[in-house]
């Protein structure tokens, strides 16, 4: 990676702006941040902006736009690419999650090709596996998907082995599980769980759980997902996919309980049953083998929830999100 140029495609997002941050800690020689600022935000990278080294590509930063997009490669040793439309989205907006996650990616892997890019890391999702029929998913796991945002997810798994397979592209992918912290929308209409929880308990108001709360999943912090990314860069692996999780499972009730204690919260949780529609489109157990990532990657997680969960509070307080 010494003195190296490096495209982050969708650098100003929630994991994006972490893997600038991390990269910045390296010996690069130039981050350029490729983003549309549909999701991304300035403010996630502004401290990045302090380092002469990192830029935001002045001409736009949209996927779907192939002359930019090849402009803003040319010269590039190394490609992020985690731009896409979230699982929500995906649902309401099938067509254009078509165009931004599948278009968009092949328009990524093509541009990669014609400029000659060493190597591309492309942020997929545990979303392709669908319901666990193992604990924990090995990356083995058979695609059980039933949603158009893992279906987007395997569409562009797919490719990538494509262009791996006719062109020698060198890319790794990069299945996350359910990925938290600070920096993340926390009051956007298509939020994460945890900062719905949060935003709850801040008001004033008991939190509501879908179901009978014992849904399981793998919750990681978005540090550990951007340190994942840069162990996928320096390791000697030309192709593969790989789980990004910690292996502990962790259902909704104990999250919203252990939730509850930081905040030091006296507030009871309350139920309710999933809507038809909900019941379709979120899985209700998935946690990731961490195995083939250690071995392989070097990668080994550092935040137990706790810890990532205090970190995130403490981040909502700083940013006048939540009183002390």
């Known amino acids: 990676m010494k003195d190296s140029k490096i495209l982050v495609i969708g650098g100003a997002g929630f994991i994006g702006s972490h893997l600038v941050s991390e990269l910045l800690k390296e010996d690069v020689g130039e981050i350029i941040i490729y983003d549309n600022f549909t999701r991304g ?3 996630n990278i502004k401290e990045s902006l302090w380092d002469p080294r990192c830029k935001v590509f002045p001409l736009g930063g949209d996927i779907r ?8 490669m040319q010269g590039v040793d190394y490609v ?26 092949f328009n990524v892997l093509e541009a990669c090709v014609n400029n000659k890019v060493k190597k591309l890391i492309y942020s997929s999702s545990a979303s392709v596996y669908g319901d666990a029929v193992e604990v924990p998913m090995t990356e083995s796991h ?10 987007t997810k395997i569409a562009g798994e797919a490719m990538c082995t494509a262009y791996h397979d006719r062109y020698g592209l060198k890319v790794i992918g990069l299945r996350y599980m359910n990925v938290y912290g600070s920096g993340q929308d926390q009051h956007a209409a298509y939020t994460g769980v945890i900062p719905i929880m949060l935003n709850k308990i801040s008001s004033g108001e008991a939190p509501a759980i879908n ?25 000697n692996i030309d192709h593969g996919y790989y789980n990004v999780g ?17 905040k030091k919260s006296e ?3 309350t139920y309710k049953p999933y809507s038809a529609d909900d019941a379709r489109q979120f899985v209700q157990n998935r946690i990731g083998s961490r195995q083939k990532a250690e071995a392989d990657l070097g990668f080994k997680y550092s935040y137990d929830l706790r810890k990532g969960l205090n970190a995130l ?4 307080i700083n940013n006048g999100i939540d009183l002390q």
């Open 41 to 43: 935000k300035i403010e």
């Open 65 to 72: 736009d192939t002359d930019i997009l090849n402009t803003a």
């Open 80 to 105: 992020f690419h985690l731009a896409a439309m979230w699982l929500l989205h995906c649902k309401d907006f099938p067509r254009t999650a078509f165009h931004v996650n599948i278009e968009g990616t």
């Open 142 to 151: 058979p695609f059980n998907n039933r949603n158009f945002y893992g279906a």
């Open 211 to 235: 179901g009978d709360g014992t849904q399981s999943y793998d919750f990681i912090y978005v540090k550990d997902v951007a340190k994942c990314n840069i162990a996928a860069l320096k390791c």
């Open 246 to 262: 910690t292996e502990v499972q962790t259902s909704i009730r104990e999250l919203c309980d252990t939730i509850l204690e930081l």
């Open 267 to 269: 507030l009871k949780v």
């Open 313 to 316: 509070i403490e981040w909502r």
